[in-house]
């Protein structure tokens, strides 16, 4: 099945400076790579999401790049606010079951007005 | 609207009750999820829900036990809980059953068992 390492597991930024958080996974049939964001007391919400059809993908301050050679997968964050504090999670898909994605164990990013 | 909600909110049950947890979404949305999560942990999937059938189950005990009225509706029911069963419960939708497709989550209900 699917592997899916995530790094850091903890980051403290100040506002205004970039994050960066990393996974690699293991199953090189993976096409499908999302991001989510899980604020306090609230289920996980997608913030950005690449194919394996693209190398990067652009929201706003928000993005993703993909490197399928090396099997992983980074989401980027520029000029970060204090409301970008929250837990992220990456998944990739799990083609042995299918509807089943394997979630990274999260990132806790705080960001330091 | 894209939204799935869950009641309750929050839920206290003793080891002797029955219970059950509901989730909706009006999106049209063919599969529905029943995840786990406990705390500084990801989500962790229990059943998924494939046109209404049940497509996968994650080897989860008998004493949690889903359903799906119909296309808008999911429903865990509990029976016979443990305190390590106690966890935030999220559901969520996606418009297929393919880890392909976003899924949405709702807020979760947080489960407490004494």
């Known amino acids: 099945g699917e592997n899916v390492e995530q790094h850091p597991s903890t980051l403290s930024v100040q506002e205004g400076d970039s994050a960066v958080i990393k996974c690699t996974y293991s199953?090189?049939?993976?096409?499908?790579f999302p991001w989510y964001k899980q604020e306090l007391g609230k289920g996980p919400q997608l913030i950005i999401d690449i194919r394996s059809n693209v190398g990067e993908k652009k929201d706003q301050r928000i993005a993703v790049t993909l490197n399928k050679t090396a099997k992983h997968f980074s989401l980027h964050i520029t000029e970060t606010q204090p409301e970008d504090s929250a837990v992220y999670f990456c998944?990739?898909?799990?083609?042995?079951?299918?509807?089943?994605?394997?979630f990274g164990d999260g990132t806790t990013l705080t960001v330091k007005p | 609207d894209t939204e799935v909600t869950q009641t309750p909110k929050h839920l206290v049950m003793g080891m002797t009750n029955k219970k059950s947890l509901k989730c909706e979404q009006h999106?049209?949305?063919?599969?529905m999820y029943w995840y786990k999560q406990k705390a500084k942990k990801p989500p962790e999937l229990m059943f998924v829900?494939?046109?209404?059938?049940?497509?996968i189950n994650e080897s989860v005990p008998s004493r949690f036990s889903p359903e799906c009225p119909n296309s808008s509706l999911l429903n865990l029911h509990l029976h016979a809980l443990q305190p390590e069963d106690s966890a935030l419960y999220l559901c969520a939708s996606s418009q297929a059953p393919a880890p392909t497709y976003e899924q949405y989550f709702g807020p979760g209900t947080r489960l407490t068992v004494t």
């Open positions: 999106m049209g949305h063919r599969a």
């Open positions: 829900y494939s046109y209404e059938k049940l497509s």
């Open positions: 998944a990739a898909p799990t083609f042995t079951n299918a509807g089943k994605s394997t």
């Open positions: 199953d090189s049939a993976s096409n499908y």
